[in-house]
């Protein structure tokens, strides 16, 4: 019998009750939301059930929501089924303040990369990763260039035409 989300979902269901929340299939993709504390947990039973087999991490990154309070950050995994090819997507969300996240590296050697550059762009904090550095941007910058913490554009410029971006004025031709 081929795996579908309705068999994912019910042994994770079984397995953790209701602490799995969000349950959804957007575009077909069995998504659902986890506490931080429980996501080598979750990921585990993924891993070792003999039906769901999700031995595979696809993508792992991280989000910012800089309106929800005590969730700014979410990281994002992306689990795969190479037998069944079948993928599920699971969030984590954690507080701005103390973002840290269980390390996925002794289960998957795909996280260690993925960890560090979401360290570097968003400022999740793996505990227990090998080696949590930057991997892209230079030791020395203090901010994390993902998060939604500045303007889009200066807005003090005034060497841009804004007819130019179509904002304001019209176009004559």
């Known amino acids: 019998m081929p795996l579908t989300n309705e068999i994912v979902a019910k042994k994770l269901t079984e397995h953790f009750g209701d602490q799995l929340t969000g349950f959804e299939e957007p575009y077909g993709l069995l998504t659902f939301t986890a506490p931080k504390d429980l996501n080598l947990k979750v990921m585990q039973f993924l891993y ?24 700014e950050l979410a990281v994002v995994y992306h689990l795969h089924n190479l037998a069944d090819n079948k993928r599920v997507r699971m969030k984590v969300f954690t507080d701005i303040a103390s973002p840290d996240v269980f390390t996925a590296t002794a289960l998957y050697a795909s996280a260690n990369w993925m960890e560090r550059e979401t360290f570097d762009f968003f400022g999740v904090n793996f505990v227990g990763h090998p ?5 892209l941007n230079v030791d020395e910058m203090d901010y994390f260039p993902m998060r939604k913490e500045y303007p889009l554009e200066d807005q003090t410029r005034v060497d841009k035409d804004d007819e130019m971006f179509g904002r304001g004025g019209h176009i004559g031709i």
């Open 48 to 71: 070792d059930d003999p039906e769901l087999q999700f031995r595979f991490l696809t993508d792992l990154t991280g989000v910012h929501y800089p309106d929800r309070k005590g969730e």
């Open 131 to 135: 080696n949590l550095k930057r991997v």
